[in-house]
């Protein structure tokens, strides 16, 4: 099974806004509203950000926001910080033999 | 405190057996389904197996299915039992707790390396 598409690469500098895509197909990001995020420095566990599309655990900063369209999810943070520096995954829930399924990640900078 | 931590990684040859083990604090283990995932070097995060909360029902990726079988005791452990290993099995593998339909809590990994 594929992953889902993210893009390899994104920046922005400190201050700015980024949006990170995640795109599926109706048979996953389009089948319902299990989208997460997570955030993972080098060397890291990979850390929750956002669930279930645009929720957010308590204790993450409410500069991080999710949303949805059709088949493709998003991942928004406001305000980039040096420490928001990190790979972001995507994971949705996929209809067929493999119920779960990531991005294949995104490296952000921040210049 | 939460805690998920794994044990069990190590250097083996392919097509060995490694037994990955995942001990669990802080929370009603019995209540979450468990998850591993597994992070080739340098590559992304793959979704590898779960389980539910009763141990009677699992899912696997394709690319593992017939080989790893994932298993829970009753109290709060997590298994990961890999057979018929092969190189593009390395990876650090991760024990992760699911919540809302998304993993909230993650093991800080165990390396496995298959190599001759």
């Known amino acids: 099974q594929s992953a889902l598409t993210q893009p390899a690469s994104v920046s922005g500098s400190p201050g700015q806004s980024i949006t990170i895509s995640c795109t599926g197909i109706s048979s996953d990001v389009g089948r319902d509203n299990y989208v997460s995020w997570y955030q993972q420095h080098p060397g890291k566990a990979p850390k929750l950000m956002i669930y279930?599309?645009?929720n957010r655990p308590s204790g993450v900063s409410d500069r991080f926001s999710g949303s949805k369209s059709g088949n493709t999810a998003s991942l928004t943070i406001s305000g980039l910080r040096a420490e928001d520096e990190a790979d972001y995954y995507c994971r949705s829930h996929r209809s067929g033999n493999t119920p779960w399924v990531f991005g294949g990640g995104t490296k952000l900078t921040v210049l | 405190e939460v805690q998920l931590v794994e044990s069990g990684g190590g250097l083996v040859q392919p097509g060995g057996s490694l037994r990955l083990s995942c001990a669990t604090s802080g929370f009603t283990f019995r209540s979450y389904w468990m998850t591993w995932v597994r992070q080739a070097p340098g590559k992304g995060l793959e979704w590898v197996a779960n389980?539910?909360?009763?141990?009677?029902?699992t899912n696997y990726v394709d690319s593992v299915r017939g080989r790893f079988t994932i298993s829970r005791d009753s109290v709060n452990s997590l298994y990961l039992q890999m057979n018929s290993l092969r190189a593009e099995d390395t990876a650090v593998y991760y024990c992760a707790r699911e919540d809302y339909y998304a993993l909230d809590v993650w093991g800080q990994g165990t390396t496995v390396t298959v190599s001759s």
């Open positions: 389980i539910n909360h009763a141990a009677s029902q």
């Open positions: 279930e599309v645009s």
